[in-house]
């Protein structure tokens, strides 16, 4: 299963960004593979729209769930209607590794 | 460090994208009414609730409720007086019902079947899971208030 998180840099170092549409980074984390790819978020200086377009994205990868540390009612509907999972991380300055981590429990 | 946004519950989202005027020119103006704002005047004028209920239910303190109820108000004055479609849109809402809590890691996660409950966390597979509510958060606004 492939799940994206929203990052504030392009290393598992770095930490969960809190905002979905115009996050820094996605990261594309595959739970079989153990594997994490990389992807600058294009939609970061956006006007508006970014939110959706992000969702997009993530969609496009194939990702079956979603972490962030808060996302719009407008893209919380686009997920549903994409039947792709959220997650929200309230807590602040998490490392995507020691998210990565909890999936391995 | 900015406080994380509350999460303001919705429990019946309007199935309908808005509403438009009967006749009279065509309008280029649109009201914009978010969930939040919908759900105030449904709590209040339709459900008869008194404002102490009204905000806990949707989660929030009396004086962000009584906020968000005066904007809902005005802007369906403006509707009508001008003639102005609304249209419904999400503010920094997450809907009721779906959306659980994990006692191990932490995380909120939401479940799509609402016809059955999540029995597992979505990020750590705990079964250790409730369903969400967020009092702690209106507490914390209201001591906020109080400083
Ligand atoms: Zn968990």
């Known amino acids: 299963m492939k799940v994206a998180i929203t990052s504030t840099g392009n290393s598992t170092d770095a930490v969960l960004d809190s905002r979905f549409g115009r996050c820094s980074w996605f990261i594309i984390y595959d739970t079989e593979l153990k594997s994490t790819e990389f992807i600058p978020n294009p939609n ?6 970014a939110g959706i377009a992000s969702a997009r994205l993530i969609a496009s990868k194939g990702a079956e769930k979603v ?6 009612a407008k893209v919380k509907g686009v997920f549903d209607s994409l039947n792709i999972k959220l997650i929200v991380i309230k807590e602040e300055n998490k490392t995507i590794k020691d998210i990565i981590k909890l999936f391995q429990k | 460090m900015p406080r994380p946004k509350l999460i303001r ?17 065509e309008n280029t103006h649109v009201v914009v009414m978010n969930y939040e704002e919908y759900e ?5 004028d339709y459900e008869l609730f008194g404002q102490m209920r009204a905000s806990s239910q949707m989660g929030i303190s009396r004086s962000t409720f009584a ?32 959306w659980y809590q994990c006692n191990d890691c932490g ?4 479940h799509h079947d609402r016809e059955t409950l999540a029995n597992e966390c979505s990020l750590c597979c705990s079964k250790n899971i409730e369903q969400f509510s967020d009092e702690s958060d209106d507490v914390s606004e209201r001591n906020l208030k109080c400083k």
Do not use: C, H
Not at chain 2, 9 to 25: D, L
Not at chain 2, 40 to 44: C, D, E, G, N, V
Not at chain 2, 107 to 110: G, I, M, T, Y
């Open chain 2, 40 to 44: 105030a005047i449904r709590l209040s």
């Open chain 2, 9 to 25: 519950k919705v429990s019946n989202p309007p199935n309908f994208k808005g509403f438009k005027p009967i006749g009279g020119p």
């Open chain 2, 107 to 110: 995380s909120l996660f939401n």
């Open chain 1, 44 to 49: 970061i200086d956006s006007i508006e729209g």
């Open chain 2, 67 to 98: 906020r968000i109820y005066e904007s809902a108000r005005r802007k369906v004055a403006l509707s009508f007086t001008q003639g102005l479609p609304i249209v419904f849109e999400g503010g920094k809402v997450y809907f009721d019902s779906e």
């Open chain 1, 67 to 72: 972490i962030s540390g808060e996302f719009g």
